[in-house]
């Protein structure tokens, strides 16, 4: 057997191929193209390829799945008609937190829940707060935990480690956490990933590590070579923000949304590798 058909057989039986996705898992176009998701959300579909991320997380009906902060519900829209028989907790802010924005969000997607118990009848109402150290979800219950673009919001607070600790336990031996997040520049300092809203792949996944998690595999599906991840006002310059309004508003909606990685890990099956070395 030669080298090369050698290191294809490794990779594809070890899931480190980047371009990794799961084909049974794909959004069903109906679900893509439902009358029920908001048409602003559809819009974006462009630039956050939904089907094609998900399957990179390998998703499928039956699962338990934690989001994360889900803010408005983009993709609680597609999760929670795909997991018929499963179930979605949707892990938003805590409830009363005394941060105008956070309970006015919180209030805005539970009034969104309501307004239509049918579609979102596999959604369990949850909440997350690293600084609470609090995941509504039981430990060892999920199949995936799913964030998208908000691990810079916990680096702002200085909660990105207990963040991830925090997903780890809510995981079931061999679970999955799928990262999409705004990617800075390799070395980018920590003051400006802070400043900035762009992170380093190299700092999300060391912060995933040492939770205990395992990098599984990496995606360019949500990769947007046009982003320079250099902007006045940093990501928040970029749609759909475009915080300084009319300013370069077309160089800024021409570049796009911005350049994000997309990480799977899992959650280490000890149980599994203890019988395997025995």
């Excluded at 934690?66 to 597609?78: H, K, L, Q, R």
């Excluded at 320079?228 to 021409?254: M, Q």
Aim: aromatic content about 10%; charged content about 25%; glycine content about 6%.
């Amino acid at each position: 057997m030669s080298s090369k058909l050698i290191v294809c057989l490794f990779l594809l039986f070890t899931g480190l191929a980047s371009t990794g996705a799961h084909a049974d898992s794909l959004i069903p176009e109906d679900i893509l193209q439902s009358p029920d998701r908001t048409p602003a959300f559809v819009e974006r579909d462009i630039y956050r390829h939904p089907a094609e991320t998900l399957a990179f997380f390998g998703l499928k009906p039956d699962m338990t799945v934690v989001e994360i902060w889900p803010g408005g519900g983009w993709y609680t829209e597609i999760l929670a008609p795909y997991l018929e028989g499963g179930k979605l907790y949707a892990a938003h802010f805590a409830k009363d937190s005394g941060i105008k924005y956070f309970d006015k969000s919180r209030l805005s997607f539970e009034e969104k829940i309501k307004a239509d118990t049918e579609l979102y009848q596999s959604l369990v109402m949850g909440e997350f707060s690293p600084k609470m150290n609090k995941l509504t979800a039981p430990n060892g219950s999920a199949d995936a935990v799913l964030t998208f673009r908000n691990v810079h919001n916990w680096l702002r607070s200085i909660n990105e480690a207990e963040a991830f600790s925090l997903f780890y336990k809510a995981l079931k031996p061999g679970g999955v956490l799928g990262v999409v997040e705004h990617r800075a520049k390799p070395d980018t300092s920590w003051e400006t990933m802070k400043k900035s809203g762009y992170m380093t792949e190299a700092y999300v996944i060391a912060l995933a590590e040492k939770a205990g998690f395992v990098l599984d595999a990496k995606s360019e599906i949500n990769a947007n070579p046009k982003d320079s991840a250099d902007h006045p006002k940093g990501v928040w310059t970029l749609p759909p923000t475009l915080r300084i309004k009319d300013k370069d508003r077309e160089k800024y909606l021409a570049i796009g949304e911005s350049d994000r990685m997309t990480l799977r890990f899992k959650k280490p099956d000890l149980t599994s590798a203890q019988v395997v070395d025995q």
